[in-house]
């Protein structure tokens, strides 16, 4: 790859935009009259763009930065020092040192992050609109005042070679290198986005600044601030805080071009995973293309929801793989068209004898006219599902003012989206999924050579069978143009969003909490028991039922229920865990009527095929299989059950080998009407709802429950009665460990407490992170963990780490656990403590999912409904004596040290 040298050589100040200053009259930045749309643009006088999105809907801002450099920016010699770079600018500012970035946002109730691809790097921070200035402050900083100092860049190369090595540990993250390494040979997709360890390990100071300074420039960067504020206002505070930054020469970039594909490429590698992995391929053209919409509405039929082609043959009907989809990844260069599964290695010849089926059909066989409407309506939905929070918002409107230069392209996309005719989409299967350049990549555990002489025969099958099928025309009428749905949204004043309560004839719980900013709306309805009810040789009951519960009714069968779901661009499905069991839905209003009635159905009077329940226990056969593949998870699991001995909260929710192969129907029915009564019954709905709709007919549909009673049981629970270390050895690159204390339950006001020592300990700004992560740089992953259950919990901590740092890693942690015990916290640490619990929560509430889960779990625990928009209130009042009371009582008790790692860490 060829690039240009850097403009600029390091500065002789510590500074990374150090250098002489410009005196420049001051004047106001060139702003833009707002659009139809209330969206503002702005120019500054340094070349900074700017979006203002207005959006009233709540109380937040999310202020983002978009950098217009990637991984594929970069040279030979500075592979992964974008994602390096995203890193280090936390790292310490000309304002800010070291953790005071994260802290200052976190005290202030917000959240801030950043994320790097191929072609962006995003800083975000998401904050309440009083707060907004500092998301402002501490952005503007990291783009214009970044120190890059020595040993802060020492102390975070550890971290990124930390990040490394949890990535080489993940088969999701290793099939996708291979893919991508498999596709593109010369363009620089083909490199991983995290980079390598030895240009990690050795990367200088002056390679990184340079790459900052020629790339991280004002006029190569786009900022998106959204949500609840005055244009006028907000662009005057982006002036002052923006137009700061100086404007230097652009390195310009000159990616490699990927040659034209002719032949068919192959790659199986033996992988240390149980779960064998394989991604197909096509390349199709970036995101400008004209062909790009019907590839997007050809991956959505093809293999994205129960109803799709591939799920349906390789999942549904048979459980031949344990995942399957399709999909498309189309950035600023040319793009892929994926269909991607996991399996169990012994299924492979009849995974890809099916998969060769379907992909023969989609080429010669035009879609149906419903399933071209389906997709669409799932598509358009999109832009509504994105409306429910300020994030969603403005990251929408910068992914397409980064990819297309212009924030309101979706309203285009949907123009060329709705023009489609199912022909259109045979057209571009055929033009595309050619045999002749095909790329596919599989991870094996094992039989990689037989596989690959397998796959090669497969891709020359398939080719034949492309050649010998017969086109045919799309069945019935001339194909017409799909009708918009009518999508209306009240507004955000239309009516007070307050909650009603109602106690049915039959016993049941229904509460209502309406809001109308978006059309989405979601209900929930659950049933106390769950694990904890199951009976001991049925161990697994509980997540069974969560997968077949949506499997049928009198009247439809699982397809049926699929099909109808997601041609109304929502989903219904049902949960089970340790407490509770239950059905959720989510979709837009205008299929409430439709939506309510299938949700109705399925609560009221569910008929659950025992087909369903076959295919299931296989997959969760399959997922206790591969439980070696997540190390974090097991060492989870390995926690828990050590912790809760003899409680059912010891349980694994998948059970175990033999007791789900023994499982039956009749088991799965029994359990389900255990909890079933009326009387143990809670539903909630929120979001843009008809109330006297849903009152009327949840009246009708629970009263065809028969009454039962609240299962309010209760299991004691004593604890460790002495400090306890397991271990496991599993050959992986990082050792996980978890520390942990018995908790509280969910009926103790001191869990608030808690949750202040959590938050102390927890985020960018928490002691976990600043002591073993930024200063000791332990790991990329570290923190606290807690539970709170009816009857018992746990509190603790974990990481995960390079092997031969897991002793030190304990050590630290438990002296983390120490501080608190010893001395109280200080004001201002608690007051940040306070305001980060504070503001995620009301950040996290944007969605009417979460109100609904908050209030629906609240009500089934016994704790007022309502408490979730006063969850202020409860901290207060909360003092550092508190904590720290709470703190010498938790950590008293005896603990429970587990790891899973190559080597023991003790």
Known sequence: MTMKKAVRKAPKKSTARSGPKKTTPKSSPKISKPGKDGVTRLKLKNGLSVLLIENHKSPVVSVQMWVKTGSADEGRGEEGISHFIEHLVFKGTEKYGVGAIASTVEASGGELNAYTSFDQTVFYVNISREFSEVALDVISEMMGFPQFDKGEIDNEREVVLEEIKRSNDSPGRQASRLLFSTVYKDHPYGIPVIGYDKIIQKVSRKTLVDYYQSRYIPTNMHLVVAGDFDSKEMAEKIDSSFGRLKSFKLRKVSRKKEPKQDQPRLKVVKAPFEEAQFHIAWRVPGAEHKDVAALDVLALILGQGESSRLTKKLRMEAPLTNSIGAGTFTP??????????????????????????????????????????????????????????????????GSFENLMGDYAYFQKFLKQIYALKPEDLQKAAKKYLAPGAMNLVMMAPRNEKELTTKLKTWVKEYGQALKTAKPQKAVGKKSAAIKKVKWEIAGANSKTATIAKHVLPSGATVIFRPSFETPVFTAKAAYLGGVRVEEKNQLGVTELLSRVWTSGTKDLNEADIAQKIETMAGSLSAFGGRNSAGLSLQTISPFEDESLALFEEVLAAPVMSEAAMDREKVVMLETIRAREDNPAQMVSQMFTETMFKGHPYERDLYGTKDSVKNLSADQVN???????????????????????????????????????????????????????????????????????????????????TLQIMQSILAGQGGRLFIELRDKAS?????????????????????????????????????????????????????????????????????????????????????????????????????????????????????SILCAVGPNQPW
């Not at 143990?680 to 009708?700: C, F, P, Y």
């Not at 604890?719 to 397991?726: A, I, N, V």
């Open 332 to 397: 600023k260069d040319g793009g892929l068209f994926t269909v991607s599964g996991t399996l169990n290695i012994d299924q492979a010849d009849a995974v890809f004898e099916a998969l060769q089926k379907e992909l023969v059909r989609i080429a010669v066989e035009p879609p149906t006219a419903e399933e071209l409407k389906k997709a669409i309506i799932n598509l358009e939905s999109e832009e509504f599902y994105a409306m429910e929070t300020i994030e969603g918002v403005a990251r929408k409107a």
């Open 670 to 752: 029994k359990h389900l009407a255990k909890m079933a009564g009326s009387r143990n019954l809670t539903v909630v709905v929120t979001g843009s709802i008809d109330q006297g709709k849903w009152l009327k007919r949840l009246e009708a549909a629970t009263a065809r429950l028969p009454k039962g009673q609240s299962l309010q049981t209760q299991f004691a629970h004593a604890g460790p009665k002495k400090d306890m270390r397991l271990f496991e050895t599993l050959e992986r690159e990082q050792t996980h460990i978890i520390v942990g204390y018995k908790g509280l339950t969910l009926s103790d006001p001191r869990r608030y």
């Open 778 to 894: 332990l790991a990329y992953s570290v923190a606290p963990m807690r539970m709170e259950g009816i009857d018992t919990g746990y509190f603790g901590a974990y990481i995960g780490c390079s092997p031969q740092k897991g002793q030190k890693a304990i050590e630290m942690m438990h002296e983390e656990f120490k501080k608190l015990v010893e001395k109280k916290v200080g004001d201002a640490e608690l007051d940040r403590a306070k305001r980060y619990l504070i503001g995620r929560h009301d950040i996290d509430l944007q969605r009417t999912s979460a109100i609904c889960a908050s209030i629906l779990f609240n009500e089934i625990y016994g704790i007022d409904s309502s408490e979730v928009f006063r969850y202020s209130e409860h901290l207060r009042d909360i003092s550092s004596a508190d904590v720290q009371k709470l703190a010498q009582e938790i950590f008293a008790q005896p």
